[in-house]
C-alpha cells in the first residue's frame, strides 16, 4: 500500500469554524449571509491564504448555509485540498 503525502494543514477545519460562525444566530434554513459577510469573516479568522482565497473566490450573492457550503466545497475540490484544510457542511 502506497503512502500518502498528504498531510493535514494546521488549519484542517478553520474554514468550518468560519461557516459556523457565520450561521451562529440563524434561526431557519433560509437565513442569509452576504459575500463580504464571508470575506470579513474568513479575514477575521486569520485564515491562511489558501483558505482566504478560497473565500474570495465567491461571487457576489446572498447565501443560505447550504449555497455557501456547495460554492466553498466546489472550490476546495477544485484545488485538491479537501484532504488537507477539510470540508465544510
Not at 491562511?48 to 457576489?60: G, H, I, S
Request: net charge negative; with cysteine.
Amino acid at each position: 500500500m502506497a503512502a500518502s503525502n498528504i498531510h493535514r494543514s494546521e488549519h484542517f477545519g478553520a474554514l468550518q469554524k468560519v461557516v459556523d460562525s457565520l450561521y451562529a444566530d440563524a434561526e431557519s434554513s433560509k437565513h442569509v449571509v452576504s459575500r463580504l459577510d464571508a470575506v470579513l469573516a474568513a479575514e477575521a479568522a486569520d485564515l491562511p491564504a489558501e483558505l482566504l482565497e478560497v473565500v474570495e473566490l465567491l461571487p457576489p450573492g446572498k447565501y443560505t448555509r447550504q449555497r455557501l457550503c456547495d460554492q466553498l466545497n466546489s472550490s476546495i475540490g477544485g484545488h485538491a485540498w479537501g484532504q488537507v484544510y477539510g470540508t465544510v457542511e
